[in-house]
């Protein structure tokens, strides 16, 4: 399980890493998006992988180390939102810039070949 | 929780509710009424803040207000904290924020849809970031003030500002990546987010985990570096900056220095004194970063051809330098620094404005202009007579000669202006050796910082010489600009404040000094933030 989730983030960062290095807005895009995938199940991951645990319930807390890390969850549903939202707003910026410049390059110009 | 102390979430509700009530008015056909909302709730922000420093400003050592969104006792629920280095922040940022805003009502709020609703956003975000005591609060905020920057940033269209504006875009979303895998990496170790928790926990962190840690702290500090522009960090900022809107810029000098306030506060915080066997982590990196980034900025100001790039250079040693005296680790250097760090901004910032209007008159309808007009079609200049507001000042170019004088002297530091005070305070303080070496020689970074500092300032020197020369005697064919009493007043604002730091320079360094004593003492801090918690929990009592 850890290593199944470890070999995942890691191929996604990865991918994202080279994608984000990539000339081409739109790979760009797709970069960032990978990569915050990839950190928003870091994220998760780091409150300690488990499966089956319950969430924490009042009444019956009991041992605490039982239960599933209730913070990291509330975490990446706010960095889920935040990144979608500046996602959204970068496409914008993408399709300013295709217009105005007249290409898709990061710079705005083709490089002097 | 009573009366005066709700005051401390003032500087996010307000702004808040401000912007909010903006985006309901259709900007265009209001546009009087926005732009009245935005300079009344900046003000407000102004006198807020003044308050605020006020009750920061206590004799009581380190007492500060503590304040619980939702009442949930502190470890556990979000808390704002108010001490006297972000209350001195607070007022910083309203104070730009003013200039800036009657600035922009001469022209520049036209050019655009949504400024003064991403203005107020911008705000919000940035007391937010300066007032919470929580790291992924902190997150929250950064990413708010980010977004209101990206709308900002963009104010004005045109190809350069989209161009710069995408860069600006990719490299702080990164920035956010890594500042979240270093928060959760924190997370994991130590299991909690709380900034004051986190101190009083780290010095317990076992040894197989600090290695954990400390690559947590690192990625978190990637992230600020990156705003606060440290070399080899910062190669965005100054097109960025440049090519922004005067207004916007001169806004965006507050914006390095949030990620300056935070590597200050937290590598105090968590790894000052007392915080075991990761003390002092990442100080030298700081030192040595910091003093490559006054050496680059140096250059860049020796290198740039246009104003405004002058001005973004000078923003990177500005926050280089605070970034090398944050490095040394000694309780008057931060003092010195902080001295410097408010009179520098005030000083940029004044340049950034002052900057278009030299711009002006140098060739008529300046290429920040000519941008502008390409993305409003091809009626020359149309939109630069008659609209403008305010009446036309005489005597313009003498006004603007001693405000370039003024904008330099406090940008390079030297006297009489608060520039001079602010470096001769850090580097007495850096050569000192009482503070951490008694009787012994000045340590080696005393000296690097020395160099660093005298030739950086030499080199502003050199650059704004030359570049007054260039605009106010070397051209005599140009023509005298149009500049409005409204544009000219916030120059003037800002820097009579510098003048009024100079004035009042024993009294503004005792409160400076204070903070530092204070930010090197994180003690008192974890203290009144979890012992109010105490109080907090009793209250809410039966969950």
Excluded at chain 2, 297 to 325: H, N
């Amino acid at each position: 399980m850890e290593l199944s989730l470890a070999i995942g983030i890691g191929a996604l960062t990865a991918s994202g890493v080279w994608l984000i290095l990539r000339p081409r807005t739109f790979q760009v895009i797709i970069g960032l998006s990978l990569l915050s995938y990839a950190v928003n199940l870091f994220i998760v991951a780091m409150g300690r992988v488990r499966t089956g645990a319950p969430v924490l319930i009042a009444k019956e807390i009991g041992d605490a180390t039982k239960h599933a890390d209730p913070l990291p969850q509330a975490l990446v549903l706010t960095a889920i939102v935040i990144g979608f939202a500046t996602t959204a707003l970068f496409l914008v910026v993408l399709l300013a810039s295709r217009g105005l410049a007249r290409t898709d390059h990061v710079d705005g110009q083709e490089p002097e070949a | 929780m009573s009366g005066i102390a709700n005051l401390v979430v003032a500087p996010i509700v307000l702004p808040l509710l401000a912007g909010a009530g903006m985006l309901l008015l259709n900007g265009e056909r209001h546009r009087n009424i926005v732009a009245a909302v935005n300079v009344a709730g900046t003000v407000a922000l102004v006198c807020v803040a003044v308050i605020l420093l006020g009750m920061s400003d206590s004799d009581h050592p380190g007492i500060r207000e503590v304040y619980h969104l939702g009442d949930w006792p502190a470890p556990f629920g979000i808390v704002l904290v108010l001490d006297r280095l972000s209350a001195l922040m607070l007022l910083l940022t309203s104070i730009l924020a003013l200039a800036s805003v009657v600035f922009s009502l001469a022209r520049w709020h036209r050019k655009g849809a949504h400024f003064h609703p991403l203005f107020q956003f911008l705000l919000m975000g940035l007391n937010g970031a300066f007032l919470t005591g929580d790291l992924f609060n902190l997150f929250v905020f950064f990413e708010l003030l980010l977004a209101a920057s990206y709308g900002l940033l963009l104010h004005g269209s045109g190809l350069a500002r989209v161009k710069a504006g995408l860069h600006y875009i990719v490299v702080n979303l990164v920035a956010s990546l890594l500042f979240l895998i270093g928060v959760s990496l924190i997370y994991g170790v130590t299991g909690t987010l709380n900034m004051a928790d986190l101190s009083a926990r780290i010095p317990a962190i076992a040894a197989e985990s600090r290695g954990l840690l400390e690559a947590g702290a690192g990625m978190l500090a990637v992230a600020f570096l990156l705003k606060a522009g440290m070399w080899p960090l910062c190669f965005w900022l100054p097109t960025a900056y440049a090519a922004a809107s005067p207004p916007v810029a001169s806004i965006f000098a507050i914006m390095t220095k949030v990620g300056v306030y935070i590597i200050l506060r937290l590598s105090l915080l968590l790894f000052g004194e007392g915080s075991g066997a990761s003390a002092g982590f990442g100080s030298d990196w700081l030192l040595w970063g910091g003093v490559a980034t006054i050496a680059f900025g140096a250059i860049g100001t020796l290198a740039s051809q246009d104003t405004a790039r002058l001005g973004g250079f000078s923003v990177l040693v500005s926050s280089g330098t605070v970034l090398a005296a944050t490095g040394t680790g000694q309780v008057s250097v931060t003092g010195g620094a902080l001295f410097y760090l408010v009179s520098s901004t005030l000083g940029i910032s004044a340049f950034f404005l002052l900057a278009e209007l030299i711009e002006r008159g140098r060739e008529p309808g300046a290429d920040v202009i000519a941008v502008t007009r390409e993305a409003y079609g091809e009626d020359d200049g149309a939109d630069d007579t008659g609209e403008e507001v305010g009446t036309a000042i005489v005597a313009t170019m003498g006004l603007l000669g001693v405000a370039f004088i003024g904008c330099a002297l406090v940008i390079a530091g030297l006297p009489p202006l608060s520039g001079f005070i602010a470096k001769f305070a850090l580097l007495t303080a850096a050569l000192r050796p009482s503070d951490m070496h008694p009787g012994g020689a000045v340590p080696g970074s005393g000296w690097a910082l020395l160099l660093a500092l005298l030739v950086s300032s030499f080199a502003a020197l050199v650059a704004l010489t030359r570049a007054g020369i260039r605009s106010f005697w070397a051209s005599p064919d140009r023509t005298v600009p149009r500049v409005r009493l409204i544009e000219m007043a916030p120059i003037m604002f800002l820097l009579i404040i510098c003048a009024a730091q100079t004035v009042l320079a024993g009294p503004v360094m005792r409160f400076m000094q204070a903070t530092a004593q204070s930010l090197h003492a994180p003690a008192g801090y974890v203290n009144d933030v979890l012992e109010i918690s105490v109080r907090g929990s009793r209250k809410v009592g039966g969950e």
